[in-house]
């Protein structure tokens, strides 16, 4: 008998327990800082424009600022075969919630609205192209 109560104390005790549990998983949250915000630009950044053969990043390569003293990471777009050269495009972000700035010729030009949604996307945790 004794073990019978305790099986049933038990088997309560787990559901109460399962009945205080969301039966949703909660989605993982994105950190909004500057710095894991702009990791996340990079690497989507370096995937979907750099590495993938897209012609309107072609021309130009990925130089990375992440470890910025000034408190605001960036990504540059440089051109390929002079990357000491002028960027072309910056892409910065500053604080907590990061504040995203894109400026420079590519953001000025055609695909300017196509590069701030994906920057948005991206910084927000997407990761597709």
Known sequence: MRQLTCSLALFATVLALAACQSS????????RAALPTMERVALAANSCWFKSGDSTFRDYRLAPELNSFSGRPRI??????????????VVQAE??????????????????????????????GAKNC
């Open 95 to 124: 604080g907590n919630p990061a504040r995203l700035d894109a400026f420079g010729p590519l953001a000025d030009g055609a695909a300017g609205e196509r590069i701030k949604r994906d920057v948005v996307r991206w910084a927000n």
């Open 24 to 31: 949703k998983p909660r989605p993982p949250s994105v950190d």
């Open 76 to 89: 540059l777009a440089v051109p390929r075969h002079s990357p000491e050269s002028r960027p072309l495009l």
